[in-house]
């Protein structure tokens, strides 16, 4: 193609983004974690190859496949790790966070401004690499996983444009063999092993052997060409074009940085000699393979040279260089991921985006791996058990295990939201198991397991029969507190909670715990053992540090509506809710399982006050227990001591569960008095009954009025 005045004018292949899959995903993960809600621009790699065609088997003809840069998942490294055979090219991305923001930036203003920069850098620097740079902006619908991107490609336009002398020719017609493979030799470093290419260099015949031709960086073009005739001279650059008739768009920035700082004579009279390179392999020996590199003599005319500002940086050139769309029209592009995303990974990374989405502006300090690695033992898949279950798979856990010893009833799905009509057929599926199913259907990441146990419990004496199985049974419960972090005790009656409060406590386990009424509920954390508590702290109590009786059978002799859990519906969720939230705030906190709760309001001082001092952690306050009532809807934050002769959490109870093991719990399930006696409730008892008996009634009758 020739221009108006009939001058064949040279032409350029615009480059062509390729963004590969995984660079959307470290986009996501770098906008979730790092950039958040910034729009500062961040440095991004990428690279460019020889172009590459194939071949139409209906024409015979090559079909070129385009000018393409490559932006790969290791985009945002800082050491830049360039494909073998490439060309490295750094860029700016600049991610915006409403796709209005998107559409309404002054993209013109960004890319002079871009362009501006690479001018400048390189007239500065002498640095020829800051031609290729590029510039990025994005949106990314991190819930849709739909990204909007469009590239800058800035390129300084000559005007008049350059032209071209004569037609195409092969490199091979006006280089010998010899030359051409000194050329690949020097080109892509074959003696020093390395693979990456540089965008460009200038070569001469060598004083030795004048077939042979010696390579230097672009940037010593007037040094290196000193007392070289025109002729002579060869400017090499990587070529991401094969098409036929149209060189890569890297040579405009090429030329303009020659003409504007090593030759502004590069008149009709005194052309450029280029070689587009295009031979990733040199011909072997003796074949008839043709070199692929194009050798081309280009020129402009003297205007061109004065607008490129020689050593002026204040004379940028205009440049072009916005990529169009699929549709050839000057506008973003849209990669839409979610089609070809593995569903599970999907919901994977939708978990933890609303959880990410708090450390952006809320609580930037929130640390949630040590939320989501935390593994948590669920003892009772009720109600309790599975709004607790939900509860932490909203904060990102991945370990949740259950256990139960019941089967899905008539009565559970409507209240127990992990079950469903169907697994109450047939005598109903095993709780804990179901309970697990269910949620790795909610959310296949979850590593959730079920566990069809029964625990023994202090008051329900084991018939010898049964004493092996509930060895058995103890020693699996023994080992899944062992595996997890944090137990929840979530079952119905106040003794089934006895082992595992003595195993959680021996075992210096975060162990939570929440109990229901009609219209009230407790949840309450335990406190660490006396051997674990520091010196000078208050020991919290346990479930049972209030009691001066052993825990016993709470069932025996009961009515339906009095062995049954009889609360009002609205309960267990809340209570299931505050005991996650207890947890995650002890997490947070930076003493753990020690931390202190708040102090009692006063007359002096309300609660929100106590809520803003010392003892508040990243998510506030950690009470030791939580008292809220439905029928004044309001909670209580109390604070109990630990007790030195409780029948749960005391040192004289946890040394002989250490000491002796099962038959101390054997004991202690089927011997009435047993634990009242190992830890002196007994003796308290009765004194308290004889202190009664002294006491001096005042039997006088009632004064009238």
Same mark, same amino acid.
């Given at each position: ?26 986009l ?9 809600l ?32 490559v932006? *790969?998942? $290791? ?25 209005? /923001? ?5 993209k ?16 500065? +620097? ?12 994005t ?6 996983y739909?990204y ?56 001469r ?20 060409? /000193? ?28 030329? #303009? ?65 916005? =990529?169009?769309n ?9 990669? $839409? ?6 569903? +599970?990974?999907?919901?994977?990374? #939708? ?10 502006r809320?609580?930037p300090?929130? $640390? ?51 079950? =469903?009509? =169907? ?26 397991? *079920? ?19 509930t060895? /058995? ?20 009656s ?10 959680? #406590? ?11 009424g ?42 339906? $509506?009095?062995?049954?859990?009889? +609360? ?80 749960g959490?005391? /040192?004289?109870?946890l ?34 009954? #004889? ?15």
């Amino acid at each position: 193609m020739s221009e108006p005045g009939g001058k064949p004018v040279l032409h350029f292949t615009p480059f062509s983004s390729i963004v590969q899959p995984a660079f959307w995903h470290e986009l996501t993960r770098l906008k979730i974690d790092v950039l958040k809600l910034s729009q500062e621009a961040v440095p991004i790699n990428a690279s460019y190859s020889i172009g590459r065609a194939v071949l139409d088997r209906e024409t015979g003809m090559e079909v070129p496949l385009g000018c393409n840069l490559v932006v *790969g998942g $290791d985009a945002f490294q800082s050491e830049i790790r360039t494909p073998p055979n490439s060309v490295a090219a750094k860029g700016w991305l600049k991610n915006f966070n409403t796709i209005e /923001e998107f559409k309404a930036v002054n993209k013109q203003e960004l890319f002079n401004q871009t362009a501006e920069e690479m001018w400048s850098a390189t007239l500065k +620097t002498g640095d020829p690499s800051y031609l290729t740079q590029f510039l990025l902006i994005t949106f990314a619908d991190l819930k849709k996983y739909r990204y909007y991107y469009w590239f800058a490609f800035p390129a300084y336009v000559a005007v008049p444009p350059w032209n071209k002398i004569g037609d195409w020719r092969s490199a091979q017609d006006y280089i010998p063999r010899k030359g051409l493979e000194s050329l690949y030799s020097s080109i892509f470093n074959t003696d020093n092993g390395s693979r990456t290419l540089p965008s460009a260099v200038i070569a001469r015949p060598s004083a030795a052997d004048p077939a042979i031709f010696e390579t230097a960086p672009l940037n010593q073009f007037t040094e290196f060409f /000193e007392d070289i005739p025109h002729d002579k001279r060869l400017i090499i650059f990587i070529d991401p074009s094969a098409h036929s008739q149209h060189v890569g768009w890297p040579l405009r920035n090429i030329l #303009a940085y020659i003409l504007s700082q090593h030759s502004p004579d590069a008149s009709q009279n005194a052309p450029l000699n280029v070689v587009a390179w295009r031979d990733v392999d040199a011909p072997p020996p003796n074949s008839d393979r043709p070199w692929r590199s194009v050798y081309i003599r280009t020129w402009v005319p003297s205007g061109a040279a004065e607008l490129m500002g020689r050593g002026d940086t204040t004379l940028r050139p205009a440049a072009v260089g916005w =990529e169009k769309n699929t549709a050839g029209k000057m506008g973003p592009r849209v990669a $839409d991921l979610a089609p070809m995303m593995d569903p +599970t990974r999907l919901a994977d990374q #939708a978990v933890d985006l609303n959880l990410k989405l708090m450390r952006w502006r809320i609580l930037p300090e929130l $640390d949630l791996d040590k939320v989501s690695s935390t593994k948590c033992l669920l003892l009772g898949a009720g109600t309790l058990g599975c709004y607790v279950a939900r509860t932490l798979m909203g904060w990102g856990v991945r370990k949740i295990s259950f256990i139960d010893s019941a089967h899905v009833s008539f009565s559970n799905p409507v209240r127990q939201p992990l079950f =469903e009509f =169907e697994d109450c057929l047939d005598g109903g599926k095993p709780k804990a198991a179901c309970a697990a199913e269910r949620l790795q259907k909610i959310f296949p990441g979850v590593n959730a397991t *079920g566990y069809k146990l029964s625990i023994p419990m202090p008051g329900h004496p084991i018939p010898p029969p049964n004493i092996e199985q509930t060895k /058995e049974d103890v020693a699996q419960l023994e080992k899944l507190i062992d595996e997890h972090d944090v137990i929840f005790l979530l079952m119905d009656s106040r003794e089934s909670r006895w082992l595992p409060t003595v195993i959680g #406590a021996s075992k210096g386990k975060f162990v939570i715990n929440a109990a229901l009424g009609f219209d009230s509920y407790l949840v309450m954390r335990h406190g660490t053992r006396q051997s674990l508590t520091p010196s000078g702290a208050t020991r919290l109590g346990c479930y049972y540090c209030n009691d001066i009786v052993a825990p016993a059978d709470s069932l025996k002799d009961q009515t339906l $509506d009095q062995m049954c859990t009889v +609360t009002r519906p609205g309960l267990a969720s809340i209570a299931a809710s505050t005991a996650v939230e207890l947890l995650v705030s002890m997490l947070q906190h930076p003493k753990g399982i020690l931390a202190p709760p708040p102090p009692v309001a006063s007359n002096n001082r309300t609660q929100d006050e106590v809520s803003e001092d010392e003892h508040s952690g990243v998510l506030g306050l950690v009470p030791h227990q939580i008292r809220g009532y439905l029928a004044r809807f309001n909670n209580m934050l109390i604070t109990g001591a630990a007790f030195n002769s409780c029948t749960g959490c005391s /040192e004289t109870v946890l040394q002989a569960y250490e000491q002796e093991g099962f038959p101390m719990l054997l004991r202690a399930f089927g011997e009435t008095g047993y634990l009242e006696k190992l830890t002196g409730l007994d003796k308290l008892y009765n004194e308290g009954e #004889a202190a009664l008996e002294n006491v001096d009634w005042d039997e006088d009758d009632e004064v009238d009025g």
